[in-house]
Nanobody
Framework: QVQLVESGGGLVQAGGSLRLSCAAS????????MGWFRQAPGKERVFVAT???????????SYADSVKGRFTISRDNAENALYLQMNSLKPEDAAVYYC???????????????WGQGTQVTVSS
């Protein structure tokens, strides 16, 4: 089992920044892929960003078009942590953000086996 705990959410004005963190514990050997999803009220959970092992011992990162150029995903394996730096936030970025981990990863939520409880991000206009 893997436990994921998100933190760093909060209220920010449009144009501002937030940094989300996700602490992983337990069987982290199965977390080769980690990602962020978000869910706004009344909407489905959607992909935000993901990072997973690539050839040459490097990490591959991928982003939803809506956040590309504004958000940056990173991970610290020594700390078993995942981060999401969010800049130039817009009101439409407001949502509950979820950390996810698994062996497959990708933009489909089915590629993840473990999920955190989520952290709320509110963006005022």
């Amino acid at each position: 089992q893997v436990q994921l705990v998100e933190s760093g959410g909060g209220l920010v004005q449009a144009g501002g920044s937030l940094r989300l963190s996700c602490a992983a514990s337990g069987r982290t050997s199965v977390t080769s892929a980690m990602g962020w999803f978000r869910q706004a009220p009344g909407k489905e959970r959607v992909f935000v960003a993901t990072t997973s092992w690539s050839y040459g011992n490097t990490y591959y990162a991928s982003y939803a078009d809506s956040v590309k150029g504004r958000f940056t995903i990173s991970r610290d394996n020594a700390e078993n942590a995942l981060y999401l730096q969010m800049n130039s936030l817009k009101p439409e970025d407001a949502a509950v953000y979820y950390c996810a981990a698994g062996l497959v990863g990708g933009a489909d939520a089915k590629g993840y086996d473990y999920w955190g409880q989520g952290t709320q991000v509110t963006v005022s206009s």
